[in-house]
C-alpha cells in the first residue's frame, strides 16, 4: 500500500490505539492527579484503621488499671479490717486466721502494684504511639485536601473514542479501508516495524525479509510476510 510517511505515522496511532482499547485499555484513563489522590486517600484510610486501633489499646489499658486500681481499694479495706479485727480478737484460732487472712491480702496488694506500674509504664507507650498515629493522620488528611484540590484543577483525561475519530478524519478513506479490512482479518492491521521483527505478531523476521522491507519506498508500506499486517518503519 501506498502511503505518505507523515500518514503512515499517524495511520501507526490509530491502529496502537485501537489495539489498546480492543485490549481493554478504554476505560477513562486516570490523570496522575487521580492517581496520586486515590494513593493518598488509601494511605489516609490505613492511618485512620491504626489510630483507631491504638486508640482502643490505650482505652483497653486504661481499662485495665482501673480494674487493678479497684482490687487495691478492696484489698486494702480488708486488710484495715483483718487488723482492726484483730486489736480485739483474743480466740487463738481466730487470730491465726485472720492473721493468714491479713498476710495474703498484702501480698497480693504487693503483686497487684507490680502489675500497676506495668500497666503505667505500658499505658505511657500506648498513649505515646497514639499520639504519633494522630499526627501522621493529620499530616495524611491534609495531603489528600490538597491532592484533591490538585485533582479538580487538573484536565479531564482524553477520551480515546474521541483520539480515534480524529486520527481516522485526518486519513483518505481508501487508506481507512485497507486497514480496517486487514485489522479485521488478523486483529492488528497496522504495526510498527522495528527493523528485526513485527510489531503485530512479534516474530522476528528472516534476514531477506528484513533487508526487502528496508529496502522498500519511503512512502510503501510493506506486509508483514508472518502476519500479513502493514509495516510502519522509522521512528514516530
Ligand atoms: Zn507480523
Known amino acids: 500500500m501506498k502511503l505518505d510517511p507523515a500518514a503512515q505515522q499517524r495511520l501507526l496511532q490509530l491502529a496502537d490505539l485501537e489495539r489498546r482499547i480492543a485490549a481493554g485499555g478504554d476505560a477513562p484513563q486516570q490523570t496522575e ?12 484510610n490505613r492511618a485512620q ?12 489499658m486504661e481499662a485495665e488499671i482501673l480494674r487493678i486500681q479497684e482490687d487495691e481499694r478492696r484489698l486494702r479495706a480488708r486488710e484495715r479490717d483483718d487488723k482492726r479485727q484483730l486489736t480485739a480478737e483474743t480466740d487463738k484460732e481466730k487470730r491465726r486466721d485472720l492473721e493468714h487472712d491479713r498476710y495474703a491480702a498484702k501480698s497480693r496488694i504487693a503483686d497487684l502494684m507490680g502489675e500497676l ?5 505500658e499505658v505511657h507507650a500506648l498513649r505515646g504511639n497514639y499520639d504519633r498515629q494522630v499526627q501522621d493522620l493529620q499530616e495524611l488528611e491534609k495531603k489528600v485536601a490538597e491532592a484533591e484540590a ?7 483525561p482524553e477520551d480515546p473514542s474521541a483520539r480515534v475519530d480524529e486520527l481516522r478524519e485526518g486519513l483518505d478513506a481508501e487508506v481507512l479501508a485497507a486497514y480496517d479490512s486487514r485489522r479485521a482479518e488478523n486483529n492488528v492491521g497496522v504495526a510498527r516495524f522495528n527493523g528485526r521483527s513485527c510489531s503485530g505478531c512479534y516474530m522476528v523476521l528472516p534476514a531477506a525479509d528484513r533487508s526487502r522491507i528496508a529496502a522498500a519506498p519511503a ?3 510493506p506486509e508483514c510476510p508472518n502476519c500479513g499486517t502493514y509495516l510502519v518503519r522509522g521512528v514516530a
Open 33 to 44: 492527579e487521580d492517581k496520586e489522590l486515590a494513593k493518598l486517600t488509601e494511605r489516609r
Open 49 to 60: 484503621r491504626s489510630a483507631a486501633s491504638a486508640k482502643l489499646a490505650v482505652t483497653d
Open 117 to 121: 506500674m506495668e500497666c503505667h509504664n
Open 150 to 156: 490538585a485533582a479538580g484543577a487538573a484536565p479531564a
Open 219 to 221: 512512502d510503501e508500506l
